[in-house]
Structure formats: C-alpha cells, structure tokens
C-alpha cells in the first residue's frame, strides 16, 4: 500500500497563473477530500467526491478554484487565476467509504507559494 | 454545525513526563467519532487514535490514551512517558455517524524537550 500520493511537495508561482495540484488516493478507497491548510483558518475542507461525483463543493473559497476526479485513481485541484492569499498546504486525503469509522488517511501535502 | 474547540495553542514538556491535550467539541448528534491526528514537521498527517462515541471504554494505544466524557462533550488525549519524537502538531476530529466530513480543531503545538 504505497498510501495517498500528491504532486508535486512545492510549488511555487506568480500571481496570475494556473496551478494544477494532483492526487492517487489509495486503490480501493472510493471517498476522496481535497483540505487546505493555513496558519489563520487551520485545515478546511474544500471539496469531497465520493465514487468519483463531487459530494460536497460549499468549502470551495471561490470559482477560481475547481477540482475533478476523472476516474477512481486520480483527482486535481486546479487554481486560476492564482493569488497570494491561497498560499498554503493543500492535503488529499482518501477513506472507504463503506466503513464509518474508517480514518482519512492523508497524503503528505503540497505547500503552495504564490508570489 | 459541528465545531471542534482546541483551547491550548501551545505546550510544552520534559522528556519522560505525561501530557494531556484537550478537546471539546459541539454536536446535538449521538452516534459519532473522534480521532486525533498527529502531524510532525515532516507535515504527514498520521492518525494516533479513535474512539467510537456509543463505546464507553476509553480507547488506547501503547503511551497514547483518550478521555472520552460524552455528556461533557470532551475528548481528551494523554501521552505517557512521552518522547522527543512525539514533537508535532495534535489535530482533535470529529465526524458523525454515516457522514463523511470530518471537522478538525485548531490543533496544539506540542514540544517535547530533552
């Protein structure tokens, strides 16, 4: 189990262009949860998809953010137009969603700079 | 909504001794979870503990144990004989029964120094 893979670990950009941040969430796990992490707001849920169909959208801060997940081993977060203020550490995390109380297990982040 | 409330920022402790994070959470639920999740400087987010909210034992694993008082809303986390590589940041969440969002608290910065 190689766990939930995101790319890439850094990131770093100017003000005004598109970021594409990329998830594997773990084979078998059918839920998927796009977080954000700041120093001011701590860990946000931006977005969830379970079975690939997103769930759950309202923690998107605004349309320059949109998320996909084409198929069951893959999803991006992409930003456009980027802005300093979404510097931060995004997280992928994946669970099955069968079981309740199963944990979200986490990928290990990409920390966005935008300058 | 759910909330979940992290009222210590900031600890820190000798090398050996115990330490106890707190945790309080609002819900009018009663079939729910709580985790807490340990992220080191490495910025993984690893997951310490759980407890289900209908089980009354206290749940444990090895120097980590919780304090779960339901009707206080509170869910507390001990770390015994606690280790320099316990130094991280101690996320406390919650999810309802059958949901699939978790709410995380603010988190506390623990420092274990030698």
Known sequence: ?115 | AQTVTQSQPEMSVQEAETVTLSCTYDTSENNYYLFWYKQPPSRQMILVIRQEAYKQQNATENRFSVNFQKAAKSFSLKISDSQLGDTAMYFCAFKIQGAQKLVFGQGTRLTINP
């Open chain 1, 1 to 115: 189990d190689a766990g939930v893979i995101q790319s890439p670990r850094h990131e770093v950009t100017e003000m005004g262009q598109e970021v594409t941040l990329r998830c594997k969430p773990i084979s078998g796990h059918n839920s998927l949860f796009w977080y954000r992490q700041t120093m001011m707001r701590g860990l946000e849920l931006l977005i969830y998809f379970n079975n690939n169909v997103p769930i759950d959208d309202s923690g998107m801060p605004e349309d320059r953010f949109s998320a996909k997940m084409p198929n069951a081993s893959f999803s991006t977060l992409k930003i456009q137009p980027s802005e300093p203020r979404d510097s931060a550490v995004y997280f992928c995390a994946s669970r099955p969603a069968p079981i309740d109380n199963s944990p979200l297990h986490f990928g290990n982040g990409t920390r966005l700079t935008v300058t």
